[in-house]
């Protein structure tokens, strides 16, 4: 007589883990031992998504969610190692949270594109404030001496390109891309910083 083949839950998770055959009782020789958790249903195929889980109470193999993993929070976007078997609460979602100014909609994740571009454009001009004010702290000395008329060309003409780049830096809001899209003036300093040098002719 063949040993019955037999089926195995996890004794925690009652999820299916694989199969095997009953011990011979030594008592009896026409029995079969079926140890705990030990089943001789056949499971159902698997299902991606799910798994194959013991019902103890319907005494059946059943297919059950499978949401194991990292998960998201609907709320915050903060991600979390999800261990139960079943449904996801309300709370939850597998989808990745694709990052800052996204929100979700109750199916999707979903970009604020207004909060977006709002925070694009304050760092923008954080950043334009910054250079005004490096602009303007160049341009005083400068002005300084033609003023009193102690300015030679070099300090003239310095002059005259930190006032047209100061007045290119307080028009970036006329660029026709702003504020996703900046096209930063150069810096006078940019043009009179002296080009670096090989790392070979440098010792």
Known sequence: MNAPVIYNAHPQTLEYIGRGV???DPL?????????YAYTDSPPEPVPGHAVVRDLAGKAWALVEDNRGPVYDVATGAAQDHAALGAL???LTRQPFPGDFHYWDGGAWVLDVDAQKESIRTKGLSLRDERLANASMRIAPLQDAVDLGEASEHEQAMLLAWKRYRIALNRLEQQPGYPLSIEWPASPED???????DAEHTQ
Do not use: N, R, V, Y
């Not at 009896?28 to 705990?36: K, N, T, V, Y």
């Not at 043009?191 to 040098?197: C, E, I």
């Open 22 to 24: 009953a011990d011979p």
């Open 28 to 36: 009896d020789a026409e029995h079969w031992l079926i140890p705990g």
């Open 89 to 91: 609460p309300p709370e």
């Open 191 to 197: 043009a009179t910083a002296p080009p670096p040098q």
